[in-house]
């Protein structure tokens, strides 16, 4: 194949023959126009876009296990201090997953509400013992 008779798929950027309806690689179909500049820079596009999207959900990732292991935490230790970590990483994950950022919020305010009611119940009957 030469240069004249091949373009690049616009989903996975493998070169494929230039009449190809559908990539043989990932099977995404092929615009009909011959222009390969704007299939070049197609692929140009997907491919950073796809490389921040991993960006994106290796932050989220972090986010939600730190959030989630705060929300726990503030039911055994400063229920005040970790419930508000939950809180917060809770709105940074929502810029990447807004239903997920929302249920670690409201997560981290109803543990940190029964960790403090649960330190309070200790805390009397430690005094009272």
Not at 48 to 71: M, P
Request: overall charge positive; proline content about 2%.
């Amino acid at each position: 194949m030469n240069n004249d008779n091949e373009k690049f798929c616009v989903k996975c950027g493998k070169k494929i023959p230039k009449e190809t309806k559908f990539c043989q690689y990932c099977g995404a179909e092929q615009p009909t126009s011959t222009s390969t500049s704007s299939d070049s820079q197609q692929v140009v596009h997907n491919q950073e876009s796809s490389a921040k999207q991993g960006n994106n959900t290796t932050a989220s990732t972090l986010l939600l296990v730190f959030g989630w292991i705060s929300a726990v935490l503030s039911l055994l230790f400063i229920p005040v201090v970790f419930g508000i970590i939950g809180i917060v990483l809770g709105f940074f994950e929502r810029k990447y997953h807004k239903n997920a950022g929302n249920i670690l919020i409201i997560v981290s305010i109803v543990l940190m509400i029964v960790g403090i009611v649960f330190g309070m119940i200790m805390g009397s009957q430690a005094f009272e013992g």
